[in-house]
């Protein structure tokens, strides 16, 4: 491929011109300082907001004590907490639908820029907007340079549907195409030269904290030809390690399909029988990564799998 060092990064980390000449600048140790009078862009504003969020769900959780409390449960400790920038979204009563909305606006940032950054909703019939995320612990979704794009949520209610919620595409955001902890997978994909993909954010923060440094997640969404093209720049090997529940293996019989048609060298670990990657983390590191290295080949997988179902041999033939 032609070109320099920028139109290297653009491609290789995803940026836009700016993006990667701020990147190299900050390995360079050069500071960049814009002539005067040129307003921020739009992308600049919605990332600053973002990054406000982020500080603003970061000092709830450190002030609830039932998320605190959940987190701890599942296993995540205050290190991994810290490292990921994990936080709480207040719920109603107490949170009221606009605790995120009136802090963003008492430090400044207008309507247009909080609506962009996918943080509000507007009512039916106009209004005032109300917060996306509430009663929800906060996972931040990082571009492959560590700048937070976007957010998702996980219920901490059992009765809260869905489970799971994604911020809406926005200017710096597409769900199709951003995977969850590349920003800090990626040396280790290139290191060891293959992906560990899983399927929920939990299960990825604990793989990280059980020292599996190159796992990265979908955020409960299905994975895409452009999640894996983007793993293509780092590696063309992948495991695939989704819970071990027949979702879960339809999951992996289509994400398979999809990266061996791409090239890619996939294997699919072996979990046992309804649990998935968090559990096993949470009781047994070790156990999770013996899983990982005994992972199979996918064709041999699935052929395993029908081999389980199917007792007719003339039907296991077909």
Not at 225 to 239: A, G, P, Q, Y
Request: glycine share 8%; with cysteine; hydrophobic share 40%.
């Amino acid at each position: 491929a032609k070109g320099d060092i920028f139109t290297f990064i653009e491609e290789m980390e995803g940026l836009d011109f700016r993006g990667a000449l701020k990147l190299l600048a900050e390995k360079a140790g050069v500071e960049l300082e814009y002539q005067r009078g040129e307003s921020k862009t739009e992308k600049e504003k919605v990332l600053n907001v973002l990054e406000q969020a982020t500080l603003f769900f970061e000092k709830e959780l450190a002030d609830d004590k039932p998320a605190l409390k959940y987190l701890a449960s599942r296993g995540i400790n205050d290190e991994t907490i810290k490292n990921w920038c994990i936080g709480y979204a207040p719920g109603p009563p107490a949170g009221g639908w606009r605790l995120l909305y009136s802090h963003l606006q008492s430090l400044g940032y207008d309507k247009e820029a909080i609506l962009k950054a996918g943080l509000v909703k507007l009512k039916d019939g106009g209004g005032e907007p109300y917060d996306v995320f509430r009663d929800r612990i906060i996972f931040p979704l990082a571009d492959p340079n560590g700048s937070i794009i976007a957010f998702s949520g996980r219920a901490l209610s059992k009765e809260t549907e869905p489970k799971y919620l994604n911020s809406p595409d926005t200017i710096l955001f597409a769900k199709s195409e951003v995977l969850y902890g590349l920003d800090k997978a990626k040396e280790q994909i290139r290191k060891k030269d293959y992906a560990i993909l899983v399927e929920g954010q939990i299960d990825l923060v604990l793989s990280h904290q059980a020292g599996v440094g190159n796992t990265v997640a979908a955020s409960g969404t299905a994975f895409t030809s452009s999640h894996l093209e983007r793993l293509k720049h780092l590696s063309s090997r992948v495991i695939l390690a989704f819970d071990a529940d027949s979702a879960g293996e339809k999951a992996a019989e289509r994400a398979s399909e999809l990266g061996i048609y791409l090239g890619f060298e996939v294997k699919v670990a072996n979990l046992p029988k309804d649990k998935d990657p968090a559990e096993i983390i949470a009781k047994d590191p070790d156990k999770w990564k013996n899983i990982l290295r005994e992972s199979l080949p996918a064709i041999e997988f699935f052929f395993n799998k029908v081999e389980e179902r199917e007792k007719d041999s003339r039907k296991l033939g077909k």
